[in-house]
Antibody, heavy 119, light 110 residues
């Protein structure tokens, strides 16, 4: 059964770049049926879609974050990654990775990793 | 600010039926995009509850059901149980914004 696990620094300084990796086991990112997603949840708030990458490498970003976001995939390592530049305190959140089929909901999620932006 | 609006909270006694609405617009739900629902228990990742408007993944009790009409969708929980106390989110696709989540609804079992 596919499992996803986020990893990366829990503390990032303002103006720096947040970098997270999602590693999956029990499956492959090269599956032609899935998009691989990043979602975040600020403390006490709702879910926000950050962006997605298709197995082919095509990327789709939230317009409000597009100028600061890069999502990439490394199929050889069974990983996909998130980079968010010029972070501020507003980027403090639990960051989740997930996947969804072409037509379907996000059916597998990582446990989430907390990232705090603070000096 | 999410483009999918949900009531902040709903509550019900054990055994009762509760419904959660998800109101969108002509650029998302009304455009024909599917609606999915998630359950988020405290301190845990969201879990897919309903996909494609009304389909349940394997393992989700049939107490949970979804529907969609026009620019809105609904999640119904029948036979409410204490373990259903959680936050619930709808999700769809918007032609301008990409994937969007609802504002979230906290379900309280009285």
């Amino acid at each position: 059964q596919l499992q996803l696990q986020e990893s990366g620094p829990g503390l990032v300084k303002p103006s720096e770049t947040l970098s997270l990796t999602c590693t999956f086991s029990g499956g492959s990112s090269s599956s032609s049926s899935y998009y691989w997603d990043w979602i975040r949840q600020p403390p006490g708030k709702g879910l926000e879609w950050i962006g997605s990458i298709y197995y082919s490498g095509s990327t789709y970003y939230n317009p409000s974050l597009k100028s600061r976001v890069t999502i990439s995939v490394d199929t050889s390592k069974n990983q996909f990654s998130l980079k968010l530049s010029s972070v501020t305190a507003a980027d403090t959140a639990v960051y989740y990775c997930a996947r969804h089929p072409r037509r379907g909901g996000m059916d597998v999620w990582g446990q989430g990793t907390t990232v705090t932006v603070s000096s | 600010q999410s483009v999918l609006t949900q009531p902040p909270s709903v509550s019900g006694a054990p055994g009762q039926r509760v419904t959660i609405s998800c109101t969108g617009s002509s650029s998302n739900i009304g455009a024909g995009y599917d609606v999915h629902w998630y359950q988020q228990l405290p301190g845990t990742a969201p879990k897919l509850l309903i996909y494609g408007n009304s389909n349940r993944p394997s393992g989700v009790p049939d107490r949970f059901s979804g529907s969609k009409s026009g620019t809105s969708a609904s999640l119904a929980i029948t036979g409410l149980q204490a373990e259903d106390e959680a936050d619930y989110y709808c999700q769809s696709y918007d032609s301008s914004l990409g994937y969007v989540f609802g504002t979230g609804t906290k379900v309280t079992v009285l």
